[in-house]
T-cell receptor, first 110, second 116 residues
Framework: DAKTTQPTSMDCAEGRAANLPCNHS???????VYWYRQIHSQGPQYIIH???NNETNEMASLIITEDRKSSTLILPHATLRDTAVYYC???????????FGSGTQLTVLP | DVKVTQSSRYLVKRTGEKVFLECVQD?????MFWYRQDPGLGLRLIYF???????EKGDIPEGYSVSREKKERFSLILESASTNQTSMYLC???????????????FGPGTRLTVL
């Protein structure tokens, strides 16, 4: 699976949009981009995934660049409960395991 | 919503004890996984199972065994607990048997195991 690069940490004001970037320049054609988050001392939580097109669900939006070398997870109106480590993972989905890197620590500030 | 539950949130055991960690999912998922998470090392796969009574080793199976007698239940067993097995243990499940793009994993809350 391709490797991803994310900033170590980010801050965001409560109520504002949080935009979390991820670089995956070695992504191959059959690899999806997945986003998970992990709130302190809890299990990771699936957020969203996509292949080429932008995706949106009740939690977030995922924007993937046309060359698929990077993506951005958008939390449209961040709340304090969104404070967590956010992981960007690239996977074919058939690898039977997910490789979690270091992720981005997002802190939502009041 | 998918629900994955783990038998304990916190567990303290002594060196040499046999430890059972249980995981139950309620969504009829085929795949189930056991990971451990340690600071600086991320999540590492211990074992996974893609069907009842089927199992495959992950990256760090040494010192662990697993059991899957029913589809909804996946147990992790530490035959003789050691201090280096002190960790957060995470169970996950997924529906698709590896079909591309649909293998989204759902995690339980985790069990923080301390071995003294």
């Amino acid at each position: 699976d391709a490797k991803t690069t994310q900033p170590t940490s980010m801050d965001c004001a409560e109520g504002r949009a949080a935009n979390l970037p991820c670089n995956h320049s070695t992504i191959s054609g059959n690899e999806y981009v997945y986003w998970y988050r992990q709130i302190h001392s809890q299990g990771p939580q699936y957020i969203i995934h996509g292949l080429k097109n932008n995706e949106t669900n009740e939690m977030a939006s995922l924007i993937i660049t046309e060359d698929r070398k990077s993506s951005t997870l958008i939390l449209p109106h961040a709340t304090l409960r969104d404070t967590a480590v956010y992981y960007c993972i690239v996977s074919t989905g058939s690898a039977r395991q997910l490789t979690f890197g270091s992720g981005t620590q997002l802190t939502v500030l009041p | 919503d998918v629900k994955v539950t783990q038998s304990s949130r916190y567990l303290v055991k002594r060196t040499g004890e046999k430890v059972f960690l249980e995981c139950v999912q309620d969504m009829d998922h085929e795949n189930m996984f056991w990971y451990r998470q340690d600071p600086g090392l991320g999540l590492r796969l211990i074992y996974f199972s893609y069907d009842v009574k089927m199992k495959e080793k992950g990256d760090i199976p040494e010192g662990y065994s697993v059991s899957r007698e029913k589809k909804e239940r996946f147990s992790l067993i530490l035959e003789s607990a050691s201090t280096n097995q002190t960790s957060m243990y995470l169970c996950a499940s997924s529906l698709s048997p590896g079909a591309i793009g649909t293998d989204t994993q759902y995690f339980g809350p985790g069990t923080r195991l301390t071995v003294l």
